[in-house]
């Protein structure tokens, strides 16, 4: 537990499903849902996240007081205005890097949501525009390297294939 809230990690590749798994669960939940994309610093920041996460956001939080963060404007790359985020009974966080192994001793579930590579990048380009394919696929080698270290899909409780033929619909 995160002081008295109950901590849900949806974590995995981009493009694999992440932000809909979330979504979904977080309306059945009735819960909060906070992406680790509005707090990194741009592309290439997956390590550099976690102070920010942690101090501004699971710090407080797991002292039962109110999380604060700064959005990143990925149009503007910069940071943005400042959300809070409320003592809840259920948070659900969710994005690239939200299941590292700091948040082991507060998360009582974590999720892996996973797709082929190749479906994975078509949705990000579909998403995002052909422009973005260059920061797509030198993303994908910072998240790989950083799911290797962190042992991140064998430390899920719960993997969600979202490939061909999977429905993250309700």
């Known amino acids: 537990m995160l002081g008295p809230v109950r901590l849900v990690c949806i974590d995995g590749p981009a493009g694999s499903g992440k932000t809909t798994f979330a979504a979904l669960l977080g309306a059945e939940l009735g819960a909060q849902v906070v992406h680790v994309d509005d707090l990194l610093a741009g592309w290439g920041d ?46 659900v966080l969710e994005g690239c890097g939200s299941a590292r192994r700091g948040v082991d001793p507060c998360a009582v579930l974590k999720v892996w949501v996973e797709a082929p590579p190749a479906e994975r990048l078509a949705r990000g380009i579909a998403r995002d525009g052909e422009a973005m394919r260059a920061h797509w ?34």
Do not use: M, N
């Open 46 to 91: 997956l390590e550099g996240v976690w102070p920010r996460l942690r101090d501004g956001l699971l710090a407080p939080l797991g002292a039962g007081l109110t999380g604060r963060y700064r959005r990143y404007d990925w149009v503007a790359q910069e940071f943005a205005e400042v959300h809070e985020v409320p003592v809840a009974e259920v948070l």
């Open 137 to 170: 696929l030198a993303w994908a080698q910072d998240e790989a390297a950083h799911f290797a270290a962190e042992g991140t899909r064998e430390r899920a409780d719960v993997i969600v294939d979202s490939g061909v033929g999977a429905a993250l619909e309700p």
